[in-house]
């Protein structure tokens, strides 16, 4: 009798990553329709996870050193018949190994060192050019074919759970037939591919003015002083979402919402995957390894390399996108266009 696979995924951070995870655990449920599949993943990710229809359990990384035995004996007891590390670190390695299963896959980027490629049975070569040339989430499907899964779909899909809904329609109120929303998450991991606050209020104000659209602003508490800085500059009225929402929260908010103007984030991915258009303004990062899924998607991106037009070349690291302040070349009238495009076409 064919023993039933039981299937880890390793990816331990960030909130777009695993979020673009979808289609990878798609294409391992439709190939595997009885498998039991879990991702091990650091706990601030855990409730991301749970949005994904695809999985049956999630296990988290052990916070505290002494918690690694016992974490290590239960990896063990699980029974894995197959690991897909997509982390390819020393650290997963070493998980990988540890856990037992018979097929141990992982990915391996040209020239990048290997110090324990003999801990996985599988491996799939990437070239650099390739690897910088698609989608971040191809590299992972290009996994699958050493496992014998066919590539049947690319959607990544994340379903809010009803009580998120519900908890969110008491917070922004049902749909309503004639009133647009926007919601605008204007955050970044670097402070280099923000957007300035009074560009965001320029942009809120028109689209306030002339497509009568509500916006909604939104952020953690790192970015409350950005949040309070365009809600100050704008002449239009902004509803500031004050409070901190859960990431399933979050992820049922966007619902509400006919498009999400952002940076290239984490919350860009989330959005992404559970339906809401976006419309991205990007710095000096190659979005075409991390954009969002989806071809109705719209990114703003100012011309590379940016040489003489440089906004401010005392301040910029040429090379360096966390340190790169490209985002600013973006004119206000380009986002209003992006964002009008989006919404006629949504309609």
Known sequence: MPVRPHILVIRRRYLGDIALLGSFLCNLRLHWPEARIGV????????????????????ALPAKLTSWPKFLRTLRRARFTHVFDLDNTDKTALISRLTGANERHVF?????????????????????????????????LAMLASAGVPIVTREARLVPRPGDLAAITSLVGPPQ??????????????????????????????????????IFLIGGPAERALLDDIRAAAKSHLVVIERALPIGQFAALATHFDLMLCHDSGPMHVAAAVGTRVVALVGAQNITVWGPVGS???????????????????????????KNLCVRRISVGEAFAAVHTSLASNR
Do not use: M
């Open 296 to 322: 109705h998607h719209q990114i703003l991106q100012a011309s590379q390399p940016c040489a003489a037009a440089c906004v401010c070349p005392a301040e910029c690291s040429p090379g360096d996108s966390y």
């Open 40 to 59: 091990l993943t650091e706990p601030a990710y855990t409730a991301l996870l749970a949005l994904n229809p695809d999985l049956t359990g999630v296990i």
């Open 108 to 140: 391996h980027l040209e020239n990048v060192p290997r110090h324990f490629a003999l801990l996985y049975t599988h491996t799939t070569f990437v070239r650099s050019i390739d690897y910088s040339s698609r989608h971040i989430t191809e590299t992972y």
């Open 177 to 214: 037939a004639h009133t647009r929303k926007i919601l605008l998450h204007p955050g970044s991991r670097s402070p280099y591919r923000v957007w300035p606050a009074e560009n965001f209020a320029a942009l809120c104000d028109r689209l306030q003015d002339e497509l009568n659209v509500q």
